[in-house]
């Protein structure tokens, strides 16, 4: 298993658990998370904090992966994946995203959601 990979899977777990700290350590200093109708959140502070807010938006996450492709070198994936969480008293069930994620030995580069 690459270092991607690695990644991806410490993310989604701390996304479920809501823990914005060890969300935080996954991603570089110097990072950018980029989905659809948002602008770019550049660097781990920044990165933190929406994230935060997301996760509180949402109860009882849970994530699930489809498949995943991987770059030989280990350094790049892609993900599709479901979601499901409780918010504003409704239960919303097996979402689809997709997620392009790029590292290196700092953690996260550059990751990109798709939905």
Excluded: C
Excluded at 15 to 33: G, I, N, P, Q, T
Excluded at 80 to 87: D, G, I, K, Q, R
Aim: hydrophobic share 40%.
């Amino acid at each position: 298993m690459g270092r991607a990979r690695e990644l991806w899977e410490q993310l989604s777990a701390a996304l479920e658990k809501h823990d914005d700290a060890a969300v935080a350590e996954l991603y570089a200093a110097e990072s950018m998370f980029l989905e659809p109708n948002n602008p770019p959140h550049e660097g781990r502070t920044l990165i933190r904090s929406y994230l935060n807010s997301w996760m509180q938006a949402r109860e009882d996450l849970d994530i699930t992966v489809e498949r995943i492709l991987e770059s030989d070198d280990g350094r790049t994936i892609a993900v599709e994946w479901t979601m499901s969480y409780t918010a504003a008293g409704r239960r919303w069930a097996n979402l689809p995203r997709s997620s392009w994620i790029e590292v290196d030995q700092a953690g996260i580069r550059y990751h990109r959601d798709y939905f």
